[in-house]
């Protein structure tokens, strides 16, 4: 089961495309988060569906779990 419609989960991801090097625990501003994940997830791809599909990969700690506890339409966003 995935937290994601299908149309983001089957969104391929490129070869030449690197996760950003930030995580996100709660703790640091989140609006420094969210301005810095944008933009390094926008030097390699402008799909939506990337920024969605990686998004997950930076939280840490309780911003994870809160994040893996969402439930929406059966499970997924």
Request: net charge negative; proline share 3%.
């Amino acid at each position: 089961m995935h937290h994601f419609i299908d149309g983001i989960t089957e969104t391929p991801i490129s070869k030449q495309w690197k996760a950003p090097t930030i995580t996100y625990d709660g703790v640091t501003d989140l609006n420094e988060f969210l301005s810095i994940y944008t933009n390094q997830i926008s030097l390699y791809s402008t799909d939506n569906a990337i920024l969605c599909k990686a998004f997950f990969t930076m939280l840490r700690c309780l911003t994870l779990e809160w994040f893996m506890s969402l439930t929406q339409f059966g499970g997924t966003i």
